[in-house]
């Protein structure tokens, strides 16, 4: 049997505690962001599978999400795949119906999440994120192991709910008053606001709340307390329906976990988000910025 979540977030002493049980497998989601000769960020990102190989949580496979779990097809980045491709790539990965998943990165934890929503968006829930991810594990001193593990692939079977996504013809009947949700974006305050970013267009999409994944987490990348959660999102805390944004969908994700965790459950997320919106000359955005 495999071993029974009571949570989407595990700690670092739950895996422990479980570590090689049968039907579990542990998945390492970390994507690494491509800086600039002046440290900045680039916007582009490369697979942490060389970083993996290096160290990773005993018996850990790791899932490619700019290959594997992406529509390579799309023209925006991380782009969520079909069912199809999002069934092949949870098989390839050793992960059937009967699997008990953990996922975890070695980043704020946006990456486990993100993998952790797609999981949630094609109909399987027996998936947690490892608290604190790969940093607590490593400063923990717990065992890390070297190398490549070869997952044994297996058949999955998805069974979408389209519910959780929404499209940008959604979020602009949303701005317009046509459709009643609360906005959130999960972007950096800056970007929020306007004054940092790389786009040509600046800002956040009009009437949206600022919840930084970043403000989620402590220093140790591990999620704050229910209360603290509640205390961040509590502008939408009445709202019949949240949507989730960011610059592409990825640390939405983190904000769509943490708004789970304390027992949100009508949230969708904006999978085009700002890579989208801010394209389009015609959607309105607001800027704090002078």
Not at 201 to 219: E, K, N, Q, Y
């Amino acid at each position: 049997m495999p071993p029974v979540l009571t949570s989407p977030l595990v700690s670092t002493q739950w895996l422990a505690d479980h570590l090689g049980a049968d039907d579990m497998v542990v998945v390492d989601t970390t994507v690494l962001p491509v800086a600039g000769v002046d440290g900045t960020p680039t916007g582009r990102f490369v697979t942490g599978r060389e970083g993996h190989r290096a160290e990773h949580v005993p018996g850990a496979v790791f899932a490619d999400l700019i290959r594997d779990f992406s529509d390579a097809d799309a023209h925006l980045p991380f782009t969520r795949p079909d069912r199809l491709r999002f069934e092949d790539a949870v098989g390839a990965l050793g992960i059937s119906n009967d699997t008990t998943v953990v996922v975890y990165d070695d980043s704020l934890g946006e990456w486990a999440c993100r993998l952790w929503w797609l999981f949630r968006a094609f109909g399987y829930d027996d998936v947690a994120v490892l608290d604190g991810g790969a940093g607590v594990w490593r400063d923990e001193r717990r065992p890390v192991e070297r190398g490549h593990v070869e997952p044994e692939p297996t058949l999955f079977e998805a069974r979408e709910r389209p519910e959780l996504w929404v499209d940008k013809a959604f979020v602009e009947r949303v701005v317009a008053g046509d459709e009643t949700a609360a906005l959130v974006c999960a972007s950096p305050s800056a970007e929020f606001a306007g004054t940092e970013g790389r786009r040509p267009r600046r800002g956040h999409i009009p009437g949206s709340l600022s919840a930084p994944a970043s403000t989620l987490v402590d220093g140790d990348h591990q999620f704050r307390p229910d209360a603290q959660l509640k205390s961040i999102f509590a502008p939408v805390a009445d709202a019949a329906r949240v949507v989730v944004y960011c610059g592409g969908g990825i640390t939405a994700s983190a904000d769509a976990f943490a708004l789970t965790l304390i027992g949100e459950r009508n949230v969708a997320l904006y999978d085009g988000s700002l890579n989208e919106w801010s394209a389009d000359p015609g959607a309105p955005l607001e800027s704090l910025a002078a």
